[in-house]
Structure formats: C-alpha cells, structure tokens
C-alpha cells in the first residue's frame, strides 16, 4: 500500500509504496515490505521520516491496530 510520509532531511511529503506492513515484534515500530524511497533523497529508513497525518490516516485504515 502507499503511505503518505515526510522526508526529515529535505522536508517535502511524498508518497511511498511500502508493500506489506507489520509491526516488529522487538522494536514496536512498523515494518514494511519495501524501502520507503524519497524522490529526491532515495531510500530512507523510518527513522529518516515522519508519518504525516495522511500516512496516519492511512495506518488506521490498513488494520495494523496492535
Ligand atoms: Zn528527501
């Protein structure tokens, strides 16, 4: 699925296709199936960028409630 995030580094929201998400079990913070990718920075990790309230939108409506 696509969720909407926001670059921490150049500071612009894009959408990414993450694929599949789950929650890993060690860390609590999400997995997802592909890479999230910045148009203009390439692949970051989710400590390089923020859920924006569309991506949080967007969580609560893939079901991945704990
Ligand atoms: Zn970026």
């Known amino acids: 699925m696509k969720i909407n995030f926001e670059c921490k580094k150049c500071k612009k ?3 990414s296709e993450v694929g599949k998400i789950a ?6 913070r999400p997995d997802f199936e592909l890479p999230i ?5 390439g692949v970051r990790t ?3 960028v923020f859920l924006t309230e569309l991506g949080q939108f967007q969580r ?3 079901t991945w409630d704990l």
Not at 23 to 28: C, K, R, V
Not at 37 to 41: E, F, I, K, L, Q
């Open 13 to 15: 929201p894009f959408n």
């Open 23 to 28: 929650i890993n079990p060690t860390t609590f």
């Open 37 to 41: 990718t910045c148009p203009r920075c």
């Open 46 to 48: 989710i400590n390089d």
């Open 60 to 62: 609560t409506d893939a």
